[in-house]
């Protein structure tokens, strides 16, 4: 299955996630709530590689491969801590769009940091995808 595939599930589940962190999010502190999900997908991430066997390859990561892997973490925990109390505030309606405008940052970062063509299909894409989003979240 190719990465088209793989990136449609990734969105259907996005969406669930929105959803159901919405409903959960209710009457209980935004922080608790990053938390226990956190703990969900740390254990449900860990019984995944352990059941497919990837945990032996733990040994081969380079010392920039854990760096790296190390920040992202920070960034996944610090948007979902953000997302979560965005939530907590407002409509999911509107939290959702803009945190997809992270499609729009990541098509300037490929371009600024590996060097990925910025074709004027990406400039029109990134732009309708960041008008998109403010228009839904404000609507």
């Known amino acids: 299955m190719s990465w088209v595939f793989w990136a449609f599930l990734s969105a259907i589940f996005a969406a669930a996630t929105a959803v159901l962190a919405k409903v959960g999010v209710e009457k209980i502190d935004s922080n608790l709530a990053t938390a226990i999900r956190t703990s969900v997908v740390v254990v449900f991430a860990w019984g995944i590689a352990l059941a497919f066997d990837a945990h032996h390859g733990i040994g081969q990561i380079s010392r920039r491969g854990w760096i790296f892997?190390?920040?992202?973490?920070?960034?996944?925990?610090?948007?979902?801590?953000?997302?979560?109390?965005?939530?907590?505030?407002?409509?999911?309606?509107?939290?959702?769009?803009?945190?997809?405008?992270?499609?729009?940052?990541?098509i300037l970062c490929g371009w600024i940091f590996f060097g990925e063509a910025m074709t004027p299909a990406k400039l029109i894409g990134g732009g309708l995808v960041t008008a998109g989003a403010l228009v839904i979240a404000f609507a």
Do not use: E, N
């Open 69 to 106: 892997l190390a920040l992202s973490g920070l960034g996944t925990g610090l948007s979902w801590l953000c997302y979560f109390r965005a939530l907590s505030l407002g409509p999911v309606s509107g939290v959702a769009p803009i945190d997809k405008l992270s499609v729009a940052i990541v």
